[in-house]
């Protein structure tokens, strides 16, 4: 019996402190339960399926890319074998002008182009129009986002848009300005239609070329160093011949605090020469490369441009801010200070999460490797982290620096403007790979988790194996729903990311109260006591006292009885 005095005295002081956590529960708001919004289908049917098997058309072999938006085979053919060497109805069935890549004269007789010309425009996404209220063009990021990117565009002959009634941009024209590549030795002519309302130029960051074309015209793309800017309706060509191979990088050089930061920048391959090496001059939205070189070919099972870069919103807010260009030169250029600039978006390829999942996702197979050139496209620095993978960087800044300094890590960080080469292994060792899944990659840097302050967004993308994704590309993760993501309410800041972990939704948004609160008033002082009423009122215990001292009380007479056997052998004495 003595057993269980313990449990009813402590059960006794309990009882009242269970009305006071009642009274406390009571006056806590209801959860309010936010509707979700229509959600976007992760994978609609955006592409032909056919476009994500293996083909070959006009003689170019297209991997297969299981994705659910994978680019166009058609336009992937006009890029490596050139518009002017693949069949008319191929060539209709891209948006490319008929002069956009022209390849000729094998000069070295390897069975390969060693003449390029390359025209490139210069677009706007999201743009202003006095004509109506809505941004022009338009390329979204993520649901509802929508910044203003400037471009450069492989040159094309129809519409902007994807039709008369479609405001969206057409798949050439997009962020990030194309992966552009070319093979070592040939002769490149870079043509830039300055198609825009501003001075823009072409910088040939890191790929060797001279100062000075065999016109005598400046050819570093530099304004103040070598030649004028390429004005509004101008064209200005870039003469290269690169003698190394490389993961290089272009960019405009006007403005390069506000122009390179809009989007007029790039990654720029130069491959090693081979044999028969017909390269994708464009790779438009970067991720999978579906035609690889030979030489990538002899060492990787698939190649993928991964190219970051972030978007400032006031700045990007700014080009749509008026219709007369001198206004939006103006607060560009002496209104805008970047050094009080904070990035909102933060993108891989262009897109933040979740539109990652539909065209960036890097697919791997157990023991094959894939190499990965990374562009660190922000202003600030930047650490790629891949789970469940160290891949190996092989090049910093196109430059082989040999086996010796081959690096073997989980996060590598970059600089602004630097590149570096990556070999991704999925030799399940516990160094090179942990194993098959769906592994998450990303910047971490933080802040490069979230869309607008709203996480998770950002650069964020996947690892997936094969047989990990269904029929449409998109993985089978085993975690929360992708629904929230995929709604405009998300990114807005209105529906609560946790408030369906569990039913009774005990983390989502408190109710807010629309009844006017009655402001607290003071009660007035209680009239004072005469002196023999509040002595007696001080010697009487309060409950919490009365309490304590049934509680010693208690605790006394429970050691008497357990040790009533020791006392009452005392007593015999």
């Not at 035609?291 to 700014?318: C, G, N």
């Not at 807005?492 to 009844?515: H, M, R, T, V």
Request: proline share 7%.
């Amino acid at each position: 019996m003595h057993k269980k005095v313990i449990p009813i005295l402590c059960g006794a002081i309990l009882l009242p402190a269970s009305q006071w956590a009642l009274a406390a529960v009571d006056k806590l708001p209801a959860t309010s339960s936010v509707k979700m919004g229509a959600a976007e289908e992760v994978c609609s049917e955006f592409t032909d399926a056919k476009w994500r098997d293996a083909q070959v058309i006009d003689g170019v072999e297209i991997q297969e890319s299981r994705m659910c938006n994978p680019d166009n085979p058609a336009d992937i053919a006009a890029f490596v074998k050139g518009t002017n060497n693949i069949s008319m109805s191929t060539l209709m069935e891209t948006q490319l002008a008929a002069d956009a890549i022209t390849m000729s004269n094998d000069m070295d007789g390897d069975g390969d182009p060693d003449h390029y010309i390359i025209k490139l425009e210069i677009a706007e996404l999201n743009g202003h129009s006095p004509d109506m209220k809505d941004p022009t063009t338009t390329f979204d990021i993520a649901p509802g986002i929508q910044p203003t990117f400037w471009v450069y565009a492989p040159k094309t002959r129809d519409m902007s848009t994807l039709s008369l009634y479609e405001p969206v941009a057409n798949p050439l024209l997009r962020a990030p300005s194309p992966v552009i590549r070319v093979e070592q030795g040939d002769i490149i002519w870079i043509v830039l239609e300055n198609s825009h309302y501003f001075p823009h130029s072409i910088h040939l960051h890191g790929i060797d070329h001279p100062y000075m074309d065999h016109s005598g015209e400046g050819n570093d793309g530099v304004g103040q160093t070598g030649q004028m800017d390429v004005l509004p309706g101008q064209s200005k060509t870039y003469v290269i011949k690169p003698r190394q191979p490389g993961t290089m990088y272009y960019h405009c050089h006007v403005q390069p605090h506000t122009h390179i930061p809009m989007g007029l920048q790039g990654i720029f391959v130069v491959e090693e020469n081979r044999p028969n090496n017909w390269v994708q001059t464009f790779n438009v939205g970067a991720g999978h490369v579906r035609h690889p070189s030979v030489a990538v070919k002899e060492k990787y099972a698939a190649e993928y441009d991964l190219h970051y870069q972030s978007a400032d919103k006031e700045l990007h807010e700014m080009a749509r801010s008026a219709n007369d260009p001198r206004i939006i030169a103006r607060r560009m250029n002496q209104e805008y200070d970047i050094t009080d600039a904070d990035p909102d978006y933060f993108m891989l390829n262009g897109r933040s999460f979740p539109y990652t999942l539909r065209e960036s996702l890097i697919l791997m197979e157990e023991n094959k490797k894939v190499k990965l050139r990374v562009l660190n496209g922000h202003e600030e620095a930047f650490a790629l982290h891949v789970h469940g993978h160290k891949p190996m960087v092989t090049h910093y800044d196109g430059v082989d620096n040999g086996p010796s300094s081959y690096i073997k890590r989980d996060v590598h960080g970059m600089v602004p403007a630097q590149r570096i080469d990556l070999e991704l292994s999925g030799v399940d060792d516990g160094l090179n790979s942990f194993g098959q899944g769906v592994w998450m990659f990303h910047d971490h840097v933080e802040k490069s988790f979230t869309t607008n302050g709203i996480g998770e967004g950002g650069d964020i993308s996947l690892v997936v194996y094969k047989g990990f994704a269904d029929e449409k590309g998109i993985p089978k993760v085993h975690g929360m729903s992708l629904a929230p993501y995929f709604t405009k309410e998300f990114w807005q800041g209105k529906f609560p990311a946790w408030q369906d972990y569990d039913a009774w939704k005990s983390l989502g948004l408190p109710e807010i109260s629309n009844k006017k609160q009655v402001a607290f008033v003071p009660p007035p002082p209680a009239p004072k006591a005469d002196a023999a009423a509040q002595t007696a009122a001080e010697n009487q215990s309060s409950f919490i006292g009365q309490l304590l001292q049934g509680l010693i009380l208690g605790g006394l007479i429970y050691a008497g009885f357990a040790n009533r056997q020791r006392i009452l052998a005392l007593f015999k004495k």
